[in-house]
Nanobody, 123 residues
């Protein structure tokens, strides 16, 4: 499974961005799907996970209330809507999928990763 992210870029603090992730399989059904980020010198952080089969979600504390993970009706694309962005949100953002159904923010549980997309938030 190959994952391709898009939608990163630079934005002022308080702004919004939407990241997209598409799968080479054409569907995220039956996969756990998450978004992670890694800032320079820091460990990779799980920020959002979507159970595409039933729509349940979980979020990391650092983004709760500001970011939303969702998919399109065909489950072919998973999005991360990021609102009220802060300079500390600056990182490379990765889409990931696992051969399981459910919710998990642990990077080690994921089997497939995208190449990452840079998000930079200026103060």
């Amino acid at each position: 499974v190959q994952l391709v992210e898009s939608g990163g870029g630079s934005v002022q603090a308080g702004g919004s961005l939407r990241l997209s992730c598409r799968s080479s399989k054409g569907s995220f059904l039956d996969y756990g799907t998450g978004w992670f980020r890694q800032a320079p010198g820091k460990e990779r952080e799980g920020i959002a996970c979507l159970s595409t089969n039933d729509g349940r979600t979980i979020y990391g504390d650092s983004v709760k209330g500001r970011f939303t993970i969702f998919s399109d009706r065909a489950k072919s694309t998973v999005y991360l809507q990021m609102n009220d962005l802060k300079p500390e949100d600056t990182a490379v953002y990765y889409c990931a999928a696992g051969d399981w159904m459910g919710l998990d923010l642990e990077a080690s549980e994921y089997d497939y990763w995208g190449q990452g997309t840079q998000v930079t938030v200026a103060s």
